[in-house]
């Protein structure tokens, strides 16, 4: 039996993968999240009451919390998702970014380096516990922009131009750091886009979505050519769980399912799938730092570790419009709140 601590598990891919792993094994999931905006119990319904599942509303830099979490529930694995994930909220506000994305992950790692010690007294001993690994879900925005061609190896250095990829950046440093100079057992991913049920709509294609379902513009960014390397959801919890099983101990693996596609193609194939006109689209203000094109390079994973994706991106797009329009109700509560201060603030 493993005890995982996941975090985040409430949100967009947090909350796929907790189903994931709940129906795959017969593991512990403790899911610690702080229910900030972008998680929603909703999202974990089917599982609420699933033996193997506990949920604990907290923050992941909450040291005295995640040290008494790892205690009672004799932790042996870390999944760490919980981050603010938002490019443009970044942009507008990025001191949240660094206290989650930065030093949460740190107060968290350091409960795991105290927790899985086999000799607690000895500040620099290497030696661990059998079988433990901090997993950090890092993204593919640290590797920065690319031009027309190239692609992001997991040797491609790291240049980070949002406030939110550099908060990831560093996270996803410490984690390095921490294997270096402590011998933490430990595994980096770098995904890109996900697309999927339970997105928040804040981002690109739920967004889109939501807006067609309304009649309202489609604020397009720039002049909407800028490239996105999509992955379901779905695929990147297997590719998770595929380097939590099998992914050797410090090293980094990039996900990808080679799948460019264009801002505004993703925006035209939404308006065609739910029969409206391009009319609604609104070419807006670009993001400032704007990358153009993001390619993942996803040869490790799939050629060391055997892991594949699994969805068309033709028919996953169409499953997860589908899914958004017959999901009205969940969309209709995610929105409800704050989120309409966001958009008309973000969109005027
Ligand atoms: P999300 O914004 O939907 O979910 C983030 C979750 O973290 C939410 O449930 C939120 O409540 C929780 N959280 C935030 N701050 C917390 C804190 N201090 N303590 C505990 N929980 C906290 O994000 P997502 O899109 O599901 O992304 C999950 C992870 O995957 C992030 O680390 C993100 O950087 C990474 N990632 C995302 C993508 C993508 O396309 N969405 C791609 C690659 C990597
Ligand atoms: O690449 C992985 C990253 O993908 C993750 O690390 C992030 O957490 C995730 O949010 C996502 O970042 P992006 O900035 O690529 O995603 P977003 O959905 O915000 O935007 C996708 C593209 O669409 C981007 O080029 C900006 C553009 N866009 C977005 C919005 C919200 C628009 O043109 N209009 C919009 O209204």
């Given at each position: 039996?493993?005890n995982?601590?996941?975090?985040?598990?409430?949100?967009?891919?947090?909350s796929?993968?907790?189903?994931?792993?709940?129906?795959?094994?017969?593991?512990?999931?403790i899911?610690?999240d702080l229910l900030?905006?972008?998680?929603?119990?909703?999202?974990?319904?089917?599982?609420?009451d699933h033996?193997n599942?506990?949920?604990i509303?907290?923050d992941?830099?909450?040291?005295?919390l995640v040290?008494?979490?790892?205690?009672?529930?004799?932790?042996?694995?870390v999944?760490n998702?919980?981050?603010?994930?938002?490019v443009?909220?970044s942009?507008?506000?990025?001191e949240?970014?660094?206290?989650?994305n930065?030093l949460?992950?740190?107060?968290?790692?350091?409960?795991?380096?105290?927790n899985?010690k086999?000799?607690?007294?000895n500040?620099y001993?290497?030696?661990?516990?059998?079988d433990?690994?901090?997993?950090?879900?890092?993204?593919?925005?640290?590797?920065?922009?690319?031009?027309?061609?190239g692609?992001f190896?997991?040797?491609?250095p790291l240049?980070?131009?949002?406030?939110?990829s550099a908060?990831?950046?560093?996270?996803d440093?410490?984690?390095?750091?921490?294997?270096?100079?402590?011998g933490?057992?430990?595994?980096i991913?770098?995904c890109?886009n996900n697309?999927?049920?339970?997105?928040?709509?804040e981002k690109l294609i739920?967004l889109?979505?939501?807006?067609?379902?309304?009649?309202?513009?489609l604020?397009?960014?720039?002049?909407?050519?800028?490239?996105r390397?999509w992955?379901?959801v779905?695929?990147?919890?297997?590719g998770?769980?595929?380097?939590?099983h099998?992914?050797?101990?410090?090293?980094v693996y990039?996900?990808?399912?080679?799948?460019?596609?264009a801002?505004?193609e993703?925006?035209k194939l939404?308006l065609k799938?739910?029969?409206?006109?391009?009319?609604?689209?609104k070419y807006?203000?670009?993001?400032?730092g704007?990358?153009?094109?993001?390619?993942?390079?996803?040869?490790k994973?799939t050629?060391e570790l055997?892991?594949?994706?699994?969805?068309?991106?033709?028919q996953?797009?169409?499953?997860?419009?589908?899914?958004?329009?017959d999901?009205?109700?969940?969309?209709?509560?995610v929105?409800?709140?704050?989120?309409?201060?966001?958009?008309e603030?973000?969109?005027?």
């Amino acid at each position: 039996m493993k005890n995982i601590l996941v975090t985040g598990g409430a949100g967009f891919i947090g909350s796929n993968f907790v189903k994931h792993m709940l129906a795959t094994y017969n593991y512990k999931i403790i899911n610690l999240d702080l229910l900030t905006y972008a998680g929603n119990l909703e999202n974990l319904k089917e599982v609420q009451d699933h033996p193997n599942y506990t949920f604990i509303k907290g923050d992941i830099r909450d040291r005295k919390l995640v040290n008494s979490i790892f205690e009672e529930y004799k932790i042996t694995q870390v999944v760490n998702f919980a981050a603010e994930s938002h490019v443009d909220r970044s942009i507008e506000d990025p001191e949240i970014f660094l206290l989650t994305n930065v030093l949460g992950t740190q107060a968290l790692i350091d409960a795991a380096k105290a927790n899985w010690k086999v000799d607690p007294e000895n500040k620099y001993s290497k030696e661990y516990k059998k079988d433990v690994k901090f997993l950090q879900v890092s993204t593919d925005e640290v590797y920065g922009t690319l031009d027309a061609t190239g692609m992001f190896k997991e040797t491609t250095p790291l240049a980070p131009n949002s406030p939110y990829s550099a908060s990831k950046t560093s996270a996803d440093l410490i984690v390095r750091a921490y294997n270096e100079t402590f011998g933490l057992p430990i595994n980096i991913t770098r995904c890109s886009n996900n697309y999927g049920p339970y997105q928040f709509p804040e981002k690109l294609i739920p967004l889109m979505i939501n807006n067609c379902k309304k009649n309202s513009k489609l604020p397009v960014y720039g002049d909407g050519m800028q490239i996105r390397d999509w992955l379901h959801v779905k695929d990147h919890c297997t590719g998770i769980d595929t380097v939590f099983h099998k992914g050797k101990i410090g090293e980094v693996y990039n996900i990808g399912g080679n799948n460019e596609k264009a801002n505004i193609e993703i925006v035209k194939l939404i308006l065609k799938e739910l029969g409206k006109s391009e009319e609604l689209i609104k070419y807006v203000k670009d993001r400032p730092g704007h990358d153009r094109r993001y390619a993942i390079d996803n040869t490790k994973i799939t050629t060391e570790l055997g892991w594949s994706p699994s969805y068309t991106f033709e028919q996953g797009i169409r499953e997860t419009i589908k899914w958004y329009i017959d999901n009205e109700h969940w969309m209709n509560n995610v929105t409800s709140g704050d989120y309409m201060k966001y958009y008309e603030q973000m969109y005027k």
